[in-house]
């Protein structure tokens, strides 16, 4: 059965602004059509992740038509990013039931990220890994039953800023390079980024947001110019 588009338009779409497009599909439902040389990434990959992938390309070929593009194909690195037509910036997130693609074709706009995570808790060995130093005492400061869910939350932005950070930089960040202060009352949090690899000031910030929705976390970052 093909899901309906659950909230995605109420509560993700708010999350980027009106120059990026956002599109759905299902990876439960039949494996779609590829495109060109899409299909090698299926190699050696088992019938979910197939269909995943499948559904994710979908989503992007309709948010490719919403800002009145032909569908392309989004080819996958070798670092298996997706590799996005000239001209074309995105980011593409999956769950279980879920795949959800954000496009945009503004020159202004220089990357894009987004990811989706069930709203289960986050295992405490792996805090440390996902965790600054201030944020296991922002995860200290919250009740014993909301801690393994914020956990997952910090888990979320911080893939979300590393897409972006990939996509504008081709450099994978760690966890720990990233510390992020989330305000629950506004849905916004913002990522302080430590690494001089490629940026000349050492430390610098990006913002994102986030939703919260009664199964799912949904964190977005949108890099522009001015950033």
Not at 11 to 39: C, I, K, N, T, Y
Not at 171 to 187: E, H, P, V, W, Y
Request: aromatic fraction near 8%.
């Amino acid at each position: 059965m093909t899901q309906q588009k659950f909230a995605f338009d109420s509560f993700a779409r708010p999350l980027f602004s009106s120059r990026v497009a956002m599109a759905w599909a299902d990876p439960r439902a039949p494996m779609p059509p590829l495109m060109g040389d899409e299909v090698l990434a299926l190699e050696q990959v088992d019938a979910a992740r197939a269909r995943k992938f499948g559904a994710g390309r979908l989503a992007a070929r309709k948010a490719m038509d919403m800002l009145g593009h032909i569908g392309r194909p989004v080819l996958q690195g070798a670092d298996l990013a997706p590799v996005w037509p000239p001209g074309l910036t995105g980011s593409i997130t999956h769950s279980e039931r879920d795949s959800l693609a954000v496009v945009s074709d503004d020159p202004d706009i220089v990357a894009l990220g987004i990811n989706l995570e069930p709203a289960t808790p986050l295992e405490p060995a792996l805090w440390q890994i996902c965790c600054t130093t201030e944020e296991m005492r922002w995860l200290a400061s919250l009740g014993p039953s909301q801690r393994g869910n914020f956990a997952k939350l910090i888990q979320s932005a911080k893939k979300a800023v590393c897409k972006a950070e990939y996509a504008r930089h081709s450099t994978l960040l760690d966890f720990q390079q990233i510390s992020l202060s989330i305000n629950l009352a506004t849905g916004r949090f913002g990522a302080a980024i430590d690494d001089s690899a490629f940026d000349p000031v050492r430390i610098y910030r990006l913002n994102g947001q986030f939703a919260i929705l009664s199964d799912c976390f949904i964190n977005a970052v949108e890099i522009q110019h001015r950033s």
